[in-house]
């Protein structure tokens, strides 16, 4: 199984730049939405707010290194239906490797290539907006911001695993990769604040896994702005304009919850792939 993971980590950076350049496109575009129509407007929305432009600029960050995690976990996992197609699947499970254990090296090797992709793409934009706008990165975030990646990574990956149950041609695998990567801003809230979201669309919203990741990094990030800078009630309308915390039922979410959050969804995510994955190996064996 480790020489499993090992090739679909290599075949991904090594073997398949455009894929890899694929992958970010998602996170390129809200990049690009943002530099070119967002970011004046909501400047001037908050523009009573002294560090609007750093706020906002985290704020960014935070959704598209989210993004980065749905779009390259997904490209990732393209490796499967290359895999089905060639018939190298056939071939691998001739070495004793069960469907099963060969769907876990697929999930493990792009959890993984999704947790160095967002970590990529944070050192990225953090150094383009500190740059450029002199952004500072709260030196107490990053530990915790890297818990939050990696369980982004892991969620996004079981969530893109069972969409990819059901792709068996590279040419479906393509088509339905843009359409992924231009949803995913959606997904995490980025195109639009989801304060400006209807309460249908947020419901969408907060069933994705890869919207609690963005929401707790956006907390981490904006956390010491909002706490020196503002009475309590503008920080409550930033908190749920800006997606900051989500709630549930009423409850607003703390990051610790909404790290529980997610687990929730991983373990739920598990049981549906463990699920397909038997149903597929009873099919192969009929």
Same mark, same amino acid.
Not at 173 to 188: D, H, K, P, Y
Not at 220 to 231: G, R, Y
């Given at each position: 199984?480790?020489?499993?993971?090992?090739?679909?980590?290599?075949?991904?950076?090594?073997?398949?730049?455009?894929?890899?350049?694929?992958?970010?496109?998602?996170?390129?575009?809200?990049?690009?939405?943002?530099?070119?129509?967002?970011?004046?407007?909501?400047?001037?929305?908050?523009?009573?707010?002294?560090?609007?432009?750093?706020?906002?600029?985290?704020?960014?960050? !935070?959704?598209?290194?989210?993004? !980065?995690?749905? +779009?390259?976990?997904?490209?990732?996992?393209?490796?499967? %239906?290359?895999?089905?197609?060639? *018939? !190298? @699947?056939?071939?691998? *499970?001739?070495?004793?490797?069960?469907?099963?254990?060969?769907?876990? @090296?697929?999930?493990?090797?792009?959890?993984?290539?999704?947790?160095?992709?967002?970590?990529?793409?944070?050192?990225?934009?953090?150094?383009?907006?500190?740059? %450029?706008?002199?952004?500072?990165?709260?030196?107490?975030?990053?530990? $915790?911001?890297?818990?939050?990646?990696?369980?982004?990574?892991?969620?996004? +990956?079981?969530?893109?695993?069972?969409?990819?149950?059901?792709?068996?041609?590279? +040419?479906?695998?393509?088509?339905?990769? !843009?359409?992924?990567?231009?949803? @995913?801003?959606?997904?995490?809230?980025?195109?639009? $604040?989801?304060?400006?979201?209807?309460?249908?669309?947020?419901?969408?919203?907060?069933?994705? $896994?890869?919207?609690?990741?963005?929401?707790?990094? *956006?907390?981490?990030?904006?956390?010491?702005?909002?706490?020196?800078?503002? $009475?309590?009630?503008?920080?409550?309308?930033?908190?749920?304009?800006?997606?900051?915390?989500?709630?549930?039922?009423?409850?607003?979410?703390?990051?610790?919850?909404?790290?529980? %959050?997610?687990?929730?969804?991983? %373990?739920?995510?598990?049981?549906?792939?463990?699920?397909?994955?038997?149903?597929?190996?009873?099919? *192969?064996?009929?």
């Amino acid at each position: 199984m480790f020489a499993l993971i090992r090739r679909n980590i290599k075949i991904y950076f090594f073997s398949n730049i455009p894929g890899v350049i694929m992958s970010c496109l998602g996170a390129l575009i809200s990049f690009f939405i943002y530099i070119g129509f967002l970011q004046q407007n909501l400047e001037s929305s908050w523009s009573h707010i002294s560090d609007a432009t750093q706020l906002l600029d985290l704020w960014m960050i !935070a959704g598209i290194v989210s993004i !980065a995690g749905i +779009t390259t976990s997904f490209q990732a996992l393209g490796q499967v %239906v290359n895999d089905k197609e060639s *018939r !190298a @699947a056939d071939d691998i *499970r001739l070495t004793d490797i069960s469907y099963s254990t060969q769907n876990l @090296a697929y999930v493990l090797s792009s959890s993984f290539i999704s947790f160095i992709m967002q970590i990529i793409t944070f050192i990225v934009m953090s150094g383009y907006f500190t740059m %450029v706008n002199k952004i500072s990165i709260p030196s107490d975030s990053y530990l $915790p911001m890297l818990g939050f990646m990696l369980l982004g990574a892991i969620a996004a +990956t079981l969530l893109n695993e069972i969409i990819i149950f059901f792709i068996h041609s590279s +040419t479906t695998f393509s088509r339905l990769s !843009a359409v992924i990567g231009a949803a @995913a801003g959606f997904a995490v809230a980025i195109y639009m $604040p989801y304060g400006t979201l209807s309460s249908g669309a947020q419901t969408l919203v907060k069933l994705v $896994p890869s919207s609690y990741e963005a929401s707790a990094l *956006r907390s981490l990030l904006l956390n010491k702005i909002s706490n020196n800078q503002m $009475p309590a009630s503008m920080r409550q309308s930033m908190i749920n304009y800006l997606g900051i915390h989500f709630k549930i039922w009423g409850h607003q979410l703390t990051r610790l919850e909404t790290a529980y %959050v997610i687990f929730g969804m991983i %373990v739920l995510l598990i049981v549906i792939v463990v699920g397909l994955s038997y149903l597929a190996d009873r099919k *192969r064996k009929i």
